[in-house]
């Protein structure tokens, strides 16, 4: 069982920055890939980024609406994932989750994620 709890969120500006955290329970935390999704009011919950490792080398995957402004990183020894969010915009606006995946392999499908955290609000004014 994996328990995530995310941090981070607020209300800013457009253009300006903030850093999700997401700190996990649990002694295999490295084993799991993490990703975080997000929901706007109204919408799917859709794919922002994923993260994982074999031992050797860091593997990322990010949406294409982020791509260049969002990088995800991890700290095993921490069991925290992050989401450094730069340059945002009003349509980031949402409820950022983060997840984990007993596997490795790097998703962005939801369904492949067991584990979720409660969200946190990232709002974006204009």
């Known amino acids: 069982q994996v328990q995530l709890v995310e941090s981070g969120g607020g209300l800013v500006q457009a253009g300006d920055s903030l850093r999700l955290s997401c700190a996990a329970s649990g002694r295999t935390f490295s084993s799991y890939a993490m990703g975080w999704f997000r929901q706007a009011p109204g919408k799917e919950r859709e794919f922002v980024a994923a993260i994982t490792w074999d031992a050797i080398t860091w593997y990322t995957d990010y949406a294409d609406s982020v791509k260049g402004r969002f990088t995800i990183s991890r700290d095993n020894a921490k069991n925290t994932v992050y989401l450094q969010m730069n340059s945002l915009k009003p349509e980031d606006t949402a409820v950022y989750y983060c997840?984990?995946?007993?596997?490795?392999?790097?998703?962005?499908?939801?369904?492949?994620?067991?584990?979720w955290g409660q969200g946190t609000q990232v709002t974006v004014s204009s």
């Open positions: 997840a984990a995946s007993q596997g490795r392999r790097l998703s962005a499908t939801p369904a492949d994620f067991d584990y």
